[in-house]
C-alpha cells in the first residue's frame, strides 16, 4: 500500500468525488480512478459507495480512513524531523493532556523554553489518558500529562508535586452545594456522572465503599467538561478531578470537595527508547531544570 495512493484515497474521501479530487491533485479522473480501483484490488474490499454525483465511504472506507489519516500524520512528522536534524532547533511538540491541574505548569515551561529557541511551536492535544497513551505509543504525541499510575515499561516521565484533587460537581441552587464537603451518604439515591476510564472509576468506587453497589450511575464522560454539561441541565451530579474547574462560571456549575478527599499523582510522560526530536529533547530538558528548581526551591 503506497503513501502516494492513501494520499489519493484521503483526498477522494474529504472531497467526496473523483472529478475535484483530481483536479485538487493535478492528475487525470481516468489515474485516479484506476488507483482507486487498484487499492480496493489490493485490501479486498469496497472502500466506495459510487453514486450518480456524490461518492461516500463504506464502513470498510471509514476504517481505512482513521488509519490512512494516522500514517500519513505519522510519514509527515517523520520526513519534517528528519530535515530539522541538520536544521537549527525548530519544529513542533506535541503534547497531549486532559482536563487537569497540572496543564498549569505548561505555561511557564513554554514561556521559557519559547526564549531559547523562539522557532519550534506547539500543539496541545485534548483528550481522555487511554487516547493519550494510544497516540503517544503510535509517535503520534510527544509528551503526555497522565495520572498515575504509568507504565514504566513503555513511559519515561517525570512525577508533578502538584495531586489532582476529586471533586463533586453540582448546580449552585441544588442542596449540596451548600455543603463544604460531600460524603458518600449525601450521594444515596442521586444520579452520578462517573469517569469513563475503568481503572479511574475505580478510584470513586473504593471512596464509596460498600455502598458502590447502590450507587446509580446514569452517565460516563471521558472529559469533565462533557459532564458539566450534563450537571447544568439538572441530570445528575459530577465525581471529576479539579481541572479547568477554576475557569468556569460558578453561577452555572460549582464544585465540593469529597470527605474523605482523593487525591491523585500526576506526570509528564513520553515514549521510552524512542528516539526524541531535537525539539522535544530540549523539551524535556527544559522541563526537568524548571521542575527541579521548583521542588529545591
Same mark, same amino acid.
Given at each position: *500500500?503506497?503513501?502516494?495512493?492513501?494520499?489519493?484515497? =484521503?483526498?477522494?474521501?474529504?472531497?467526496?468525488?473523483?472529478?475535484?479530487?483530481?483536479?485538487?491533485?493535478?492528475?487525470?479522473?481516468?489515474?485516479?480512478?484506476?488507483?482507486?480501483?487498484?487499492?480496493?484490488?489490493?485490501?479486498?474490499?469496497?472502500?466506495?459507495?459510487?453514486?450518480?454525483?456524490?461518492?461516500?465511504?463504506?464502513?470498510?472506507?471509514?476504517?481505512?480512513?482513521?488509519?490512512?489519516?494516522?500514517? =500519513?500524520?505519522?510519514?509527515?512528522?517523520?520526513?519534517?524531523?528528519? %530535515?530539522?536534524?541538520?536544521? !537549527? @532547533?525548530?519544529?513542533?511538540?506535541?503534547?497531549?493532556?486532559?482536563? *487537569?491541574?497540572?496543564?498549569?505548569?505548561?505555561?511557564? %515551561?513554554?514561556?521559557?523554553?519559547?526564549?531559547?529557541?523562539?522557532?519550534?511551536? &506547539?500543539?496541545?492535544?485534548?483528550?481522555?489518558?487511554?487516547?493519550?497513551?494510544?497516540? *503517544?505509543?503510535?509517535?503520534? %504525541?510527544?509528551?503526555?500529562?497522565?495520572?498515575?499510575? %504509568?507504565? @514504566?515499561?513503555?513511559?519515561?516521565?517525570?512525577?508533578?508535586?502538584?495531586?489532582?484533587?476529586?471533586?463533586?460537581?453540582?448546580?449552585?441552587?441544588?442542596?449540596?452545594?451548600?455543603?463544604?464537603?460531600?460524603?458518600?451518604?449525601?450521594?444515596?439515591?442521586?444520579?452520578?456522572?462517573?469517569?469513563?476510564?475503568?481503572?479511574?472509576?475505580?478510584?470513586?468506587?473504593?471512596?464509596?465503599?460498600?455502598?458502590?453497589?447502590?450507587?446509580?450511575? =446514569?452517565?460516563?464522560?471521558?472529559?469533565?467538561?462533557?459532564?458539566? =454539561? *450534563?450537571?447544568?441541565?439538572?441530570?445528575? &451530579?459530577?465525581?471529576?478531578?479539579?481541572?479547568?474547574?477554576?475557569?468556569?462560571?460558578?453561577?452555572?456549575?460549582?464544585?465540593?470537595?469529597?470527605?474523605?478527599? @482523593?487525591?491523585?499523582?500526576?506526570?509528564?510522560?513520553?515514549?521510552?527508547?524512542?528516539? !526524541?526530536?531535537?525539539?522535544?529533547?530540549?523539551?524535556?530538558?527544559?522541563?526537568?531544570?524548571?521542575?527541579?528548581?521548583?521542588?529545591?526551591?
Amino acid at each position: *500500500m503506497e503513501i502516494r495512493v492513501l494520499r489519493y484515497f =484521503l483526498t477522494v474521501a474529504r472531497e467526496g468525488g473523483i472529478n475535484r479530487a483530481a483536479e485538487i491533485l493535478h492528475i487525470t479522473q481516468p489515474t485516479l480512478s484506476r488507483q482507486l480501483a487498484s487499492l480496493e484490488e489490493e485490501v479486498g474490499v469496497k472502500l466506495f459507495e459510487r453514486g450518480a454525483r456524490k461518492i461516500k465511504l463504506t464502513n470498510e472506507g471509514i476504517l481505512l480512513r482513521r488509519r490512512a489519516e494516522e500514517i =500519513l500524520s505519522l510519514v509527515d512528522r517523520t520526513q519534517k524531523e528528519l %530535515i530539522e536534524q541538520n536544521e !537549527l @532547533i525548530e519544529g513542533r511538540v506535541v503534547i497531549g493532556c486532559g482536563e *487537569m491541574t497540572a496543564v498549569g505548569l505548561l505555561p511557564e %515551561i513554554i514561556a521559557s523554553f519559547h526564549e531559547k529557541y523562539p522557532q519550534v511551536t &506547539y500543539d496541545i492535544f485534548t483528550a481522555n489518558a487511554d487516547v493519550v497513551k494510544e497516540q *503517544m505509543e503510535q509517535g503520534l %504525541i510527544d509528551i503526555g500529562i497522565l495520572l498515575e499510575p %504509568i507504565d @514504566i515499561e513503555t513511559f519515561d516521565f517525570l512525577r508533578l508535586k502538584h495531586q489532582e484533587r476529586w471533586v463533586l460537581l453540582t448546580r449552585p441552587d441544588d442542596p449540596l452545594a451548600a455543603k463544604e464537603a460531600v460524603s458518600p451518604k449525601d450521594l444515596k439515591g442521586k444520579p452520578l456522572i462517573l469517569p469513563s476510564r475503568a481503572n479511574v472509576r475505580n478510584e470513586v468506587s473504593n471512596w464509596f465503599g460498600d455502598t458502590f453497589s447502590e450507587a446509580q450511575v =446514569l452517565f460516563t464522560s471521558n472529559l469533565a467538561t462533557n459532564g458539566a =454539561l *450534563m450537571v447544568q441541565a439538572g441530570l445528575g &451530579y459530577s465525581i471529576t478531578i479539579e481541572g479547568a474547574i477554576p475557569f468556569w462560571d460558578e453561577k452555572k456549575i460549582v464544585s465540593r470537595p469529597l470527605s474523605p478527599e @482523593i487525591h491523585s499523582d500526576s506526570v509528564f510522560a513520553w515514549k521510552r527508547s524512542q528516539p !526524541l526530536t531535537p525539539a522535544v529533547e530540549r523539551f524535556v530538558k527544559e522541563m526537568r531544570f524548571l521542575l527541579k528548581a521548583s521542588v529545591d526551591g
